[in-house]
Nanobody, 115 residues
Framework: QVQLVESGGGLVQPGGSLRLSCAASGWIFIINAMGWYRQASGKQRELVAAITSGGSTDYADSVKGRFTISRDNAKNTVYLQMNSLKPEDTAVYYC?????????WGKGTLVTVSS
């Protein structure tokens, strides 16, 4: 099994920055790719960014150029650097791991962008 724990959410003003972290533990050797999803109030969960074990990345169009996903394999941690934040980025952000045995999710961390 895989456990994912997110941290780094909070309140930030428009134009500000935050960095989210996701620490993976357990059967990390079964993980193929990791990523970040978000779910705003009243909306469906959507992919924000993903990174494969080989380092390939993918981003939602709405965050390209503003968000950067990275991973530290030594720390089993994935990061999401979010810059130039907008009010529409407000959501609960979930860490996700795609593995040989299915999907794993963290409990989520709330990001609020507001003045």
């Amino acid at each position: 099994q895989v456990q994912l724990v997110e941290s780094g959410g909070g309140l930030v003003q428009p134009g500000g920055s935050l960095r989210l972290s996701c620490a993976a533990s357990g059967w990390i050797f079964i993980i193929n790719a990791m990523g970040w999803y978000r779910q705003a109030s009243g909306k469906q969960r959507e992919l924000v960014a993903a990174i494969t074990s080989g380092g390939s990345t993918d981003y939602a169009d709405s965050v390209k150029g503003r968000f950067t996903i990275s991973r530290d394999n030594a720390k089993n941690t994935v990061y999401l650097q979010m810059n130039s934040l907008k009010p529409e980025d407000t959501a609960v952000y979930y860490c996700h791991a795609d593995s040989l045995y299915g999907d794993y999710w963290g409990k989520g961390t709330l990001v609020t962008v507001s003045s």
